[in-house]
C-alpha cells in the first residue's frame, strides 16, 4: 500500500498463504528543507513487533548522509555511519559499532580522495576513541596504463616506517596480461616474498599462464603453467608445489560440445496414464 504521495509505504507479506499476515514492512520518508529522511523498518510475529529499522538522513546537497539502525530487535541503535563529501570530492565514511547503552564499541573511518587513488583506514577497535591501526592504499597510474598500488597497515595514527607492520605492493601492467606482487610481512621494509602472474597469448589464439612465487632470497617457492586452447575447451596445468624445478602434478580438462540439429527434437515424451 502506497500513500498519495508516495512518501509512505506498507508491504504486507503471508509467507505460508493461510490469510493470516505473517511480516510487514515500512517506507516512511519526510522530506524538508535540508533534506530527507527515509525509516524502512521491518516487523515480525504478524507483523507486529519490530525485527530491525534502518533510518537514512541525507542532506539537501547530497553531501552529507547520515545511517542508523537497530539490526538486532534490541530496540536501540546498533551502528551509526556518516558520509561526507568535502568540496574538493573527498569522501569520509565513519561506521560505529554501538553497545546497548550508546557507547562505543568500535569505529572505522574511511578517508577516500575523489579520484579514488588514495584511501586510508583508521580503526578504533575497542571503541575508547583511540585510533589502534590504520591501513593506507595508495594507487599510481603511468601513463602506458600501469597501475601500481601500495597498502600498509600500520599501528596507531603514524604512517612512518617505524610503525609499519606490513606492506604489499601490486604493480599491473596497462594490458593486465601482467601482475607482481611484493610482500613485507614483518614490516622492516624487505621484500619477504614475491608472486607473479603473466599471461602470454599466441599468435594461434592459445595462452600461458605462469604463476611463480619467490622468497626474500629470490629462490623459488612454487610455479603453476597453465595453457589453454584457442577456444578455451582445453585446459592443461603442470604445478611445482615445493619449487625444486620440477613438476609433479599435471592435469589436463576437456570440454566436448556437440552440435545439436535444431531442426529435429532431441527428446519426445508422451503422456502415460495408469488406468
Not at 569505529?107 to 577497535?125: E, P, V, Y
Amino acid at each position: 500500500m502506497t500513500s498519495a504521495d508516495g512518501l509512505n509505504r506498507t508491504l504486507t507479506i503471508d509467507a505460508d498463504g493461510d490469510g493470516v499476515i505473517d511480516q510487514r514492512q515500512t517506507d516512511v520518508t519526510a522530506i524538508g528543507s535540508d533534506g530527507r529522511s527515509e525509516t524502512l523498518s521491518d516487523f515480525g510475529n504478524g507483523g507486529t513487533i519490530l525485527t530491525d529499522s534502518t533510518t537514512t538522513a541525507t542532506s539537501a546537497d547530497g553531501k552529507l548522509v547520515a545511517i542508523s539502525g537497530d539490526q538486532t530487535d534490541g530496540g536501540f541503535t546498533t551502528q551509526r555511519e556518516t558520509d561526507a563529501t568535502a568540496a574538493d570530492g573527498t569522501l569520509t565514511v565513519t561506521v560505529t559499532d554501538l553497545n546497548a547503552d550508546g557507547s562505543e564499541r568500535d569505529r572505522m573511518t574511511t578517508i577516500t580522495s575523489a579520484d579514488g587513488l588514495s584511501k586510508t583506514k583508521n580503526s578504533d577497535s575497542t571503541g575508547r576513541g583511540i585510533v589502534d591501526g590504520t591501513t593506507a592504499d595508495m594507487i599510481s597510474v603511468a601513463g602506458d596504463g600501469t597501475r601500481t598500488e601500495d597498502v600498509s597497515d600500520y599501528a596507531g595514527t603514524s604512517s612512518v616506517s617505524s610503525s609499519r607492520i606490513d606492506e604489499t605492493v601490486t604493480v599491473t601492467s596497462g594490458d593486465g596480461r601482467s601482475k607482481t606482487i611484493s610482500s613485507d610481512l614483518d614490516g622492516d621494509g624487505l621484500t619477504d616474498q614475491r608472486a607473479s602472474n603473466v599471461i602470454m597469448v599466441n599468435a594461434d589464439g592459445t595462452s600461458t599462464a605462469t604463476q611463480v612465487k619467490r622468497g626474500a632470497d629470490g629462490s623459488l617457492l612454487s610455479e603453476t603453467v597453465t595453457a589453454l586452447s584457442a577456444d578455451s575447451l582445453v585446459r592443461s596445468t603442470s604445478t611445482d608445489a615445493d619449487g625444486d624445478g620440477t613438476f609433479e602434478e599435471k592435469s589436463q580438462d576437456s570440454t566436448v560440445t556437440r552440435k545439436v540439429d535444431q531442426r529435429c527434437p532431441l527428446l519426445s515424451i508422451s503422456p502415460r496414464f495408469s488406468g
